[in-house]
């Protein structure tokens, strides 16, 4: 099993092996198998020296263990006992439970280079395996083994045994959740150091949706499903191949898919959701032609080989006098020679086992042709690529080899593999890997059931298809590989019923020093009663997956009930500018996408493939409603790259959040930025004796202008409001004064005759709401002045002392000559008053430019909330910058135009001043100063006209 171990620990089908290199290998743990029994005499457990202990159950009192059920000296079996209407210890030829017993913890003995590649997951571990009956689909045959699941299976196992690991990988048709599932459940509750491990049904294919069948839909076991395998392991020798695993490495290899092992759920692998819609399976690891130990039905025929062996183990024959025998006791047969034996005599050079068995075994004939030796079976024993002519070695009258190994498909095989890794994970944490990566004594600590199921699923990653495996029996003419559907996903995290969380691999979560870099972060220390909410914050240090897992072992439900989640904690995690809630839960409301808090999980988590360096994170549990056995004990696993636990990292907010204020002298209210931190406070409303402009309180007077700048041509004009924000005590008298004692400006109210030098409006408690109005006038004069810029001054006089000790800014005027080149905007100011509303502003120049002109338009940051720049009347884009072009062709035509589009309305009524920026290749123009704009725009209840001009 190659490459699917290579899988599950590095994340890829070629990668290594890196927790076995580093000599994590299982050592002192302990994994259960319920199943058809163990071959003892297979070369993955066979011990020389040592036996053990085989036991029958007395069926009127199970629970009553004889005393020597176990034993401590066999390399392998700690013993097997019999129960559930079994009472032989061996295995059936092919049987399922050595097989997985082999692909949890097998180990050959002594190693050797090539056939060491199929050890165990755990091949340290030792194995106690209790006998059931099972039909070949791996089916409990009797209802009382799986009722007494917690008083006699896992209570030999977890009491007598002393195992901490169970694989149960066997199911029945009958979904929803029963007494079987409650029997995990509760016992699991009860000993939160044993984990267990479930298949999920190899029903994908004929029920589709809703086919996990008990006791894979308990909450507390770890529901396992299928994902294809690498080519590496399911391209080995035609040996292997058993009447479950019909492909060939010849169909492999020509097709595909069979390599999609990253990307696709096998899919046979029985689906979720769960009756009551929990997610299930929990995680995927590879469980398509896994190759493992075989069963030859009598463990004193020692299937420990691995060729047509003599009873030294040599090669067969000597390999005829025509060959050398390799270490693996495989000939390497001279030129001119092939077979097992290199008895078979052909023209053809071939150093390696690759022509005829030396009588295709009574199938066939041996075509000694150079282009193609080898057996030519008979078509019902064709295996397409069977070079032997048989379904299987061992079939063969007394063949003792080649019956070592075999290769199976299925949900069972891939729970052997989960239960293998989670042996690891449990010797991780008691060895002290963590946290450093390496062994500590120190730091060991005996891991929760919830902390290993958290720590497989936070190593998940969501595949993307399924693909259907075809049997050449059922249909030998046909394609061997079809996709049959492709995953979709709202959000990353977002779970399937295919997958659950994706496909599980260790290097992506458990540190190893010197090997891996992402960092680890556990805590299943956490105690929840209802309404108890705990923070983390952290900061993402480098860009790469980030995942968040929380989970625990729930309370057995009613097995009526409509629900089974019995405590119900909820997992929040911001990260920068993002929300994200555990499992990524969506639902369409009013056709929009809306994400939902899970209430029906004991394991919430959060993936977010694309973390960026200097994101802030905050993770938030909040136990939602703890009503049995509080407080509730949860298990935290957070892994990536990532600094500290520190609320020095926390983000405040998260995108489209806003909140109301305090600010200096005015409260407001403050947007989510980019960074996941509040913006400034925006002012609306300011403390007395101080005025408000652009969101920012200054200290002045209470009297409103309108504008902060104006820009005029010669000849042109220009009118403006004043009006004062609080009822006076008294009269209040306001002056304006014209730049150099309107010299080249004048300026006049609505009562004055003509432009003059200064001008004066009176305000009074009955008219003080009102706005009245100034105009400012430029003659046309004979003087060339490029450029004059003066400014207007307004005094306030009154009794009031609100008004009286107050100052008004002044309004700097600029004036551009009609003899110099300039930019003319048909209006400075533009009135805005109801959503979706679009001002106009046509563009032209005074003259022919001799390049052309960019202008760009940007509005400033407070004012993206409300308004936008709208491309053309036509094409409606929306943008907060825009650039406009005005050339030789539409100088002088006005068709030029500048969009102004109110998007929602501001909390008061306000105005925005936006100054063009100006680039040209034309010196007449290069200098030019741009006028201003102002945009006036109403809140949605106030319905005065707070400015408005005209040029």
Known sequence: MSSASQIVQSGDASGGRPYRDSGLMGDDEIISITDSGIDGGNAYFYDSSNTYPKTNLDPNNPTSFPGNTITSIHRKIKGVVSWNGETDANDAYEGHGTHLAGIAAGKLSPSTTHWSNFDGIAPNAKIAMMTTQLNPNGHNNSNQGIKDIETVTLKWAHDIAGARIHLHAWGEEATGYGSYSRGFDKFLYEHNTSTVFVSAGNLGEKFGKGSIAQPGTAKNVITVGASLNGNLNIAYEDKYWTHTSPMSKYDIDTNPLY???????????????????????????????????????????????????????????????????????????????????????????????ECCATDCNGGGICNTSLSNFGCQCDFEKLRRGGRYCTVTYAKTSGNKGFNTLMAQTGTSTAAAIAAGMGALIRNYFVKGYYPTGQINTGNSLEPSNALIKAVLVNSARPLTKVTHIYDPQVSPQGIKATLEKTISRHYPSSVSDEDGHGLAALSRVLPLSGKTTRRLYVNQNLYFKTGDLQTYCFEISKSTPFAVTIAWADPPSDINSVSH?????????????????????????????????????????????????????????????????????????????????????????FEGQVEDCHGQNGIGFKNCSSSGQFSQCYLTSCDSGYFNENYTCHIGSNVRTGVSEISLIEGGSFTYDIRLVDLPTSIVDITVYAPHNGARIGVKSISDGGYQASTQLRFTSSNYATPQKISVHVPVDTVVQVKYVAPIVTTVQSTDPNYNTRQVPSIPVSVADLNAPGLFADKLNVVLKEVNEVGIVPLHLNSTPSHPLYLTYSLPSNATPYLAFQTSETNQVKVSSIALELNQANWFTKSVQLLIHLTQHPNITTTFTIKPSLSTSDPNYASLSLPPLYIHIHSENDQKTTSSGSS
């Open 565 to 653: 989640l019995v405590n119900d904690l909820d997992l929040k995690v911001l990260i920068g500018k993002n929300l994200y809630f555990g499992n990524g839960l969506t639902t369409i409301v009013d056709g929009v996408l809306k994400t939902l808090v899970d209430h029906e999980n004991n394991v919430e988590h959060v993936y977010v493939p694309h973390a960026k360096e200097g994101d802030r994170v905050k993770v938030t549990i909040n136990a939602t409603n703890v009503p049995v056995n509080s407080p509730q004990h949860i298990a935290l696993v957070i892994s990536g790259h990532f600094l500290g636990d520190d609320v020095q990292y926390c983000p405040e907010c």
């Open 259 to 353: 390599g999609m092992w990253n990307v696709s759920v096998a899919a046979f692998s029985s689906r979720g959701p769960t009756s009551d819609g929990r997610t299930k399976p929990d995680i995927l690891v590879p469980g398509q032609f896994v190759i493992g130990a075989r069963s030859n039905g009598d463990d004193t025929n020692n299937n420990k080989g691995f060729t047509y062996m003599d009873a030294n183990n040599n090669c067969p024959n000597d390999c005829s006098g025509h060959g050398v025998c390799g270490d693996d006791s495989i000939c390497r047969c001279h030129e001119g020679y092939c077979g097992n034996d290199c008895g078979v005599i052909t023209d053809h050079s071939n150093d390696i086992l």
